[in-house]
C-alpha cells in the first residue's frame, strides 16, 4: 500500500444518505451536567475528518456516542442512511463503525498475533457445538483469520513482533497494534482517538501513512487529536468543540485561525 503525505480530497456531503456517520443534535447529560450539547457533524464517505478541542472540550464522550458505548440524552446518530442511537458497540461493527482508544488496551501477556485473532468478527468456532459439528469451516475460518492477521500485522510494519507478548511494545507500537485490532473487523468507519499521543516522530509518520493509505482504500476517518500538524497534513477539513458544543468547522487552517478556537485553546488573553 502506497501512502502519500497530502490529504486526499473530500467533499462535505450534501445529503445525510451520503454520510459515512452522521451526529444530529446530540446532547448528552451525566447526573445534571451536560457533557456535549446539541453538537452535529457529519464524516462524509471517504473522508478524514479532525475533531478537535482543548481539554474537557467533550470529544471523547462524542467519540464514545458514535462508537456505541454511550447512548445520548437526546439526539440521533446515522450510519450510512441508518438510525443506530440506540444501538450497542458490537452492532455499530457489525455495521463497520470501529474505534481505537487514546491509551491502547492489549492483551499484555498475549501475542501481537494473539491481540489480533482475538479481534476475528463473526467466527463459527465461537460456537458450543460448531467445533464438532462444522469443524472444516471452523478450520477454514481459522486459517483465513490467520491470514489475515499476518497481512495486516504487515501493512502496520509490526510483522517483526508477531510472536512477542504486546508488554514489550513501545508506545506508538502500541497504537499501531491497536489500528491493526480494529481492521481485524473490516470496519468503514474508523474513529481514531489521539493516535499521535505518547509517539516518537518516525513511528508517527508510519501512523499517518498508514491513515493515508488506508483513507486511499475508501475507508472513512475521523480523527480526534492534539497535534495540528497531524490534523493539517492529514483533513481536508476540521471540527472544532468547546463546552460541549460545535465552535467551528472548516479546513485546517482556517480553524486554527478562528479567533474563537484561539481563545478556547489559549484563553482571553491569547
Known amino acids: 500500500m502506497n501512502a502519500a503525505h497530502s490529504p486526499p480530497s473530500a467533499s ?28 452535529s457533524l457529519q464524516l462524509g464517505q471517504g473522508e478524514i475528518l479532525g475533531l478537535i478541542g482543548p481539554n474537557g472540550a467533550g470529544k471523547t464522550t462524542m467519540f464514545n456516542l458514535l462508537a456505541g458505548s454511550l447512548k445520548p ?23 463497520g463503525v470501529a474505534r481505537t482508544f487514546q491509551i491502547p488496551r492489549p492483551f499484555l501477556e498475549m501475542s501481537v498475533l494473539e491481540n489480533l485473532l482475538v479481534g476475528a468478527q463473526r467466527q463459527t468456532g465461537e460456537g458450543l457445538f460448531a467445533n464438532f ?39 506508538g507500537q502500541r497504537k499501531l497494534l491497536e489500528l491493526a485490532r480494529v481492521l481485524m ?23 499517518m501513512e498508514r491513515v493515508v493509505a488506508l483513507n486511499a482504500e475508501g475507508k472513512s476517518i475521523l480523527l480526534i487529536e ?20 460545535l465552535l ?23
Open 226 to 245: 492534539h497535534n495540528m500538524d497531524m490534523v493539517s497534513r492529514l483533513c481536508s477539513r476540521v471540527v472544532a468543540m468547546a463546552l460541549g458544543k
Open 73 to 95: 440524552s437526546s439526539g440521533e446518530i446515522w450510519v450510512g442512511g441508518r438510525e443506530v442511537s440506540s444501538e450497542a458497540p458490537e452492532r455499530r461493527i457489525d455495521r
Open 185 to 207: 473487523a473490516d470496519p468503514q468507519v474508523i474513529l481514531l482517538d489521539e493516535p499521535a499521543a505518547g509517539v516518537n516522530p518516525a513511528l508517527l509518520e508510519v501512523i
Open 248 to 270: 467551528a468547522e472548516g479546513a485546517p487552517a482556517d480553524v486554527a485561525a478562528n479567533p474563537a478556537v484561539v481563545e478556547a485553546y489559549l484563553g482571553g488573553g491569547a
Open 133 to 171: 459439528l462444522k469443524a472444516r469451516l471452523v478450520r477454514r475460518e481459522e486459517k483465513a483469520a490467520l491470514e489475515k492477521a499476518h497481512a495486516i500485522l504487515e501493512f502496520v510494519t509490526l510483522s517483526r513482533l508477531v510472536h512477542e507478548p504486546a508488554r514489550v511494545l513501545s508506545g
Open 12 to 39: 462535505f456531503p450534501k445529503a445525510s444518505a451520503a454520510a459515512a456517520i452522521e451526529a444530529r443534535h446530540l446532547t448528552k447529560h451525566f447526573d445534571g451536567l451536560t457533557v456535549v450539547s446539541d453538537m
